[in-house]
C-alpha cells in the first residue's frame, strides 16, 4: 500500500514543490488549500502524514491541527508544520497540540524529504 | 554598555532543527522593552552602537541637505523614539529577504542603494502584505515583470518564457509569504505580536510611496543580475 501524505497549503507554489519533492518515491500526495477542505480530505483519505501551513484563509492550520487532535480517527496521524511563522509562540502551541515535526519556510526540497524520511516509509517509486 | 549577545536557540528550535533568532532580534527587543522617553540616553547608546541603524536614523532625521543631522541624540529628539523601532525592523525584514532568496530560489542578491535606480525601473508587479497588532504597517516587494517571470521559473523547475501569467502572480506572492512571514516571526519574538495579510500581487505603473513621518517609510534597493527590485515598509504605529 502506498504511503498517503496530505499537503494543506494555501500556496499552489508550495504545493508543487512538495508534490516534485517526493515524486521519486512511492507514495499518493493529495492536496487541500486551506484547513477546512484539509479536514475532509483527511477524514476521506485517513492519510498517513499531514504536512500543514499556518496561515491560510477559511481555516488557519492552528484550527485544523486542533480539530484533527479532537478527531477519534485522525488524531494520532503525524502532523508536520510547513510554514513561514515560526515564532516562538506558534512553535509552542503547535508543540502542545502534539506535531511530528516543523519546517521553516524557505525550505529545500532535501532538506524536507530528510524530515520526513524518519516518520513514514517513503519507497522508491516503482515504475 | 554592551551590545545585545546573540540569542541562545531555545529547547524547542533545538527539538525541531530549527535556526535560532537572528542577533538583530535581540536588538529590537531591547529597543521595544526600553521605547520611553525616560530611556532616551539608553536607546541613543543602543543605537550608537550599530552603524547600520545609526546610518538609518541620521538619514531619517535629516530633511535637508545642507543641513545633515549628525549627533545620534539630536536625530533621536527629531524623529522619536518609536520611529528608532520602526527603523530597527529593517534588520530582520532585510535578512528575511536574503535568505529567502538563497535558500528559496538560490539567487544572488545584491544589495543596492535605493537611489541607484529610478522609480521607472521597479514598475512592473508589487506584492503587498499587511501586518497588524502591536506593530502595523504595510510591507511593499517591487520589482520588474521580468524578474517575476524568472522566480517562478525557478520555482516551476519550468522556462521563463513558459510562464504564465497567474505562474508569476502565485510566485511572487509565495516569495512575498515567506519573506514576510519570517519577518512577522521575528517581530513577535522581540515582543511586537502581529498578524499577517494574505499577500496580493497586483500590477503596478505607479511609483513607490514616499516619506510620511521620519523613520516611518524605509526603502531598501536589491539587485539579482541585471534586475532591480524595491522593498518598502511602512510603519504605521508600535504599541
Redesign the interface.
Known sequence: MKTKILTVD?????R??VT?ALAKFDCQITEASNGEEGLNVASRERPDLILLDV?M?VMDGMTMLDRIRSDATLRTTPVVML??????????RA?KLGIS??I?????EDALVA?LLPLVRLGPKVS | MKSPAAPAASALHTKYGLQPAPECIARLTQLVARRTSDNMELIAKVVAGDPALRKRLLRAATTRKNDPVEDVSRALFRCGVEAVVALAMADPLLRAVRRTFQELLGFELEVADEFSFAAADVLGLRAIVEFSGKASGTVFIRMRRDLGRRIAAQLLAGEPQNMTDADITDAVGELANTIVGNFKSNLCDAGLSCRLSVPRVEDCNTPPPTATAPGRHQAYGFRHQDQPMLVNIVVDSTQ
Open positions: 494555501d500556496s499552489r507554489i508550495v508543487i514543490m516534485r496561515t484563509p510554514t513561514a511563522e515560526s515564532a516562538q509562540e506558534n512553535i509552542a508543540d515535526g516543523y521553516a519556510k524557505p525550505f529545500k524530515k
